[in-house]
Each structure stands twice: as C-alpha cells, then as structure tokens.
C-alpha cells in the first residue's frame, strides 16, 4: 500500500507564498498521476494541480500563474508552491495519488492554508 503525508499549510496574508509538501512511503513505484485537491468548508472537494510520472502538469483556471506543482519520484515527494495568496485559497489541501491500474487512488490526512490578514 502507499501512505502519504501533507505538510506545510498554515496561516498567511494576502499576497503571501506557502510551500506545501507531500511525502509518499510504502510501494511507491505504482504511484502513476500524483494531484493536489482542496476543500473549502461548504464547498464540494476540487483538483487543484496534477503532475504526470513524466511531469507533465495541469491546473485549476483559478491557480494558474499563481501555483506551481513539481515532484521529484527518487524522493516520492511532491509540492505546491503557492504564491500570490487570496483568501479564497483558504481550504484543505489534500495529497492524491493514482495507482496502477485496478488500484485506484490514496488520499493523504490533509493540511490546512489559511489566507487572512
């Protein structure tokens, strides 16, 4: 099985940067599409960021130029930087993985971005 673990929320100002982290332990080698997801309170859970095996990346219309996703499979780890803050950032941001096929997906506990002044 793969474990993941999210680190780097907490509370920032508007404008402000985080860097949030994602550590993945277990088999990781069926680790295929690695995803950042968010939830704000009342609002349905929605993809931020995505990044390939290979890299290739996709974003949220409302992240783009303003997040970044990379990963680095030698550590099973993955980020997101996030700059330019708005309060609407403001959510649970969750690690989510793709495994191989028919294994599905595995979700990290989450870590809380705050954006208030």
């Known amino acids: 099985q793969v474990q993941l673990v999210e680190s780097g929320g907490g509370l920032v100002q508007p404008g402000g940067s985080l860097r949030l982290s994602c550590v993945a332990s277990?088999?990781?080698?069926?680790?295929?599409?690695m995803n950042w997801y968010r939830q704000a309170p009342g609002k349905e859970r929605e993809l931020v960021a995505t990044i390939s095996s290979d890299g290739r990346t996709d974003y949220a219309d409302s992240v783009k130029g303003r997040f970044a996703i990379s990963r680095d499979n030698a550590k099973s780890t993955m980020w997101l930087q996030m700059n330019s803050l708005k309060p609407e950032d403001t959510a649970r941001y969750y690690c989510?993985?793709?495994?191989?096929?028919?294994?599905?997906?595995?979700w990290g506990q989450g870590t809380q971005v705050t954006v208030s002044s």
């Open positions: 277990g088999n990781v080698f069926i680790i295929n599409t």
């Open positions: 989510n993985v793709d495994l191989q096929w028919p294994l599905g997906k595995r």
